[in-house]
């Protein structure tokens, strides 16, 4: 079936660092691929998604590539901030399916 | 811009007890599913809902039921709570007769469940 991995965290940054987090997808064709965020006590916001091989989603400083040959969609950021802390889900959905989640990876980030 | 309500924000139950979940959703959306969230485990998906008048199961159903009132509201049920249900449950909702893969779900902010 399809899944999605994620990097193990929690990733601990100190303000300004460079931020990747890993997401690699196994599923059999091209889904749309998705990053959510969760910040504490609320519930998943969409961050960036991106539809085809290639594409590059983008919103509040943050990218992933969906790269088909990799299978992967990894976020990244080049500056973070003390309020980029929360928990990151990949995700992947195909046409007539529900959402498949990664498990999550939690970003804490220092001043 | 409401979005996806969720009520209650927190409950404490006792084992056995029965509770109903409320998630109502004012986008228009077709189709709405029912989360529970446990620590190191994601988002598990109990029940969705793809269009109004019908429900079908996720991967952990046991112990719940649903109800999709109408277009807007789909109710979740837990008829004898058990400790192993102790856990933060997300109502989401997301357009698109037939689901297209590129809509994304919405989400409420959660109901923060204990059962004792």
């Known amino acids: 079936g399809n899944s999605v991995t994620q990097m193990e965290g929690p990733v601990t940054l100190s303000e300004e660092a460079f931020l990747t987090i890993n997401c690699t997808y196994t599923a059999t064709g091209y889904p749309s691929l998705f990053w959510y965020v969760q910040y504490p006590g609320e519930g998943l916001q969409l961050l960036l998604k991106?539809?085809?091989?290639?594409d590059k989603g983008s919103n509040k400083g943050f990218e992933a590539t969906y790269r088909k040959e990799t299978t992967s969609f990894h976020l990244e950021k080049g500056s973070v901030q003390v309020s980029d802390s929360a928990v990151y889900f990949c995700a992947l959905r195909f046409d007539g399916q529900n959402f498949v989640f990664g498990p999550g990876t939690r970003l804490s980030v220092l001043p | 811009n409401a979005g996806v309500t969720q009520t209650p924000k927190f409950q404490v139950l006792k084992t056995g007890q029965s509770m109903t979940l409320q998630c109502a959703q004012d986008m228009n959306h077709n189709s709405m599913y029912w989360y529970r969230q446990d620590p190191g485990m994601g988002l598990r998906l109990i029940y969705y809902s793809a269009s109004e008048g019908t429900t079908d199961k996720g991967e952990v159903p046991n112990g719940y039921n649903v109800s999709r009132l109408n277009k807007r509201e789909f109710s979740l049920r837990l008829e004898s709570a058990a400790p192993s249900q102790t856990s933060v449950y997300f109502c989401a909702s997301s357009e698109g007769t037939g689901g297209r893969s590129n809509q994304p779900q919405h989400f409420g902010d959660g109901t923060r469940l204990s059962i004792l």
């Open positions: 991106a539809t085809k091989a290639d």
